[in-house]
Nanobody, 123 residues
Framework: QVQLVESGGGLVQAGGSLRLSCAAS????????MAWYRQAAGKQRELVASITSGGSTDYTDSVKGRFTISRDNAKNTVYLQMNSLKPEDTAVYYCNFGIMFFPGGRPQESVYWGQGTQVTVSS
């Protein structure tokens, strides 16, 4: 069984920084895209940042220049460094992994979610 465990959320003042981590455990051959999503109260879940197995990154416009996504493939872990935080960044943050399996020798990708970690930015 694969599990994703997040850490690093909390309460911070506007302008401050937080670093989120998400580590996968279990029988894992490889991980394709790792991503962070967030969901604010009363809003739909949105993609914040993603990183491919080759290291290519993408960000939603509202966090460009402030957030940095990175990954450690040896540790099956993704990070989200969040700087210059704003009250509008307040949300539950979820990690999302596309994990490759080879049942019967055929490649198959399964998507897993973390449990979510609350980030609250006070003004």
């Amino acid at each position: 069984q694969v599990q994703l465990v997040e850490s690093g959320g909390g309460l911070v003042q506007a302008g401050g920084s937080l670093r989120l981590s998400c580590a996968a455990s279990g029988s894992i051959f490889s991980i394709n895209v790792m991503a962070w999503y967030r969901q604010a109260a009363g809003k739909q879940r949105e993609l914040v940042a993603s990183i491919t197995s080759g290291g290519s990154t993408d960000y939603t416009d509202s966090v460009k220049g402030r957030f940095t996504i990175s990954r450690d493939n040896a540790k099956n872990t993704v990070y989200l460094q969040m700087n210059s935080l704003k009250p509008e960044d307040t949300a539950v943050y979820y990690c999302n992994f596309g994990i490759m399996f080879f049942p019967g020798g055929r490649p198959q990708e399964s998507v897993y979610w973390g449990q979510g970690t609350q980030v609250t930015v006070s003004s």
